[in-house]
């Protein structure tokens, strides 16, 4: 499977994104979601994850309240809403998708296989 994120760009502090994750090669319809970031000088950190199904997602602790992960499995594609953006939210944001059919959220990226080539978020103050 192939993934393509897009939605990424430049936006002033308090301003919202909306991201894409679109899978070619197979559906992922059937496979959990998450979404990972990488600042500069750090490690990759996770965002936040959607099951297979859609019914259960997950947020580290900074984003929660203002990034909402939802898929549609129609279009095959996952996104991921941010608003109220700070600076800090500034990355490259990656999404990655589980190898194996309906399997649970993870947090780490180890629990992720097929990764997308990430956008880039710059929030500026």
């Known amino acids: 499977v192939q993934l393509q994120a897009s939605g990424g760009g430049l936006v002033q502090a308090g301003g919202s994104l909306r991201l894409s994750c679109a899978a070619s090669?197979?559906?992922?319809?059937?496979?959990?979601v998450a979404w990972f970031r990488q600042a500069p000088g750090k490690e990759r950190e996770f965002v936040a994850a959607?099951?297979?199904?859609?019914?259960?997602?997950f947020y580290t602790n900074s984003v929660k309240g203002r990034f909402t992960v939802s898929r549609d499995n129609a279009k095959n594609t996952v996104s991921l809403q941010m608003i109220s953006l700070k600076p800090e939210d500034t990355a490259v944001y990656y999404c990655?998708?589980?190898?194996?059919?309906?399997?649970?959220?993870?947090?780490?990226?180890?629990?992720?296989?097929?990764w997308g080539q990430g956008t880039q978020v710059t929030v500026s103050s």
């Open positions: 990655a998708s589980k190898r194996a059919q309906y399997e649970g959220i993870g947090v780490t990226r180890y629990d992720y296989t097929y």
């Open positions: 959607i099951s297979w199904n859609g019914g259960s997602t």
């Open positions: 090669g197979r559906t992922i319809k059937n496979y959990a």
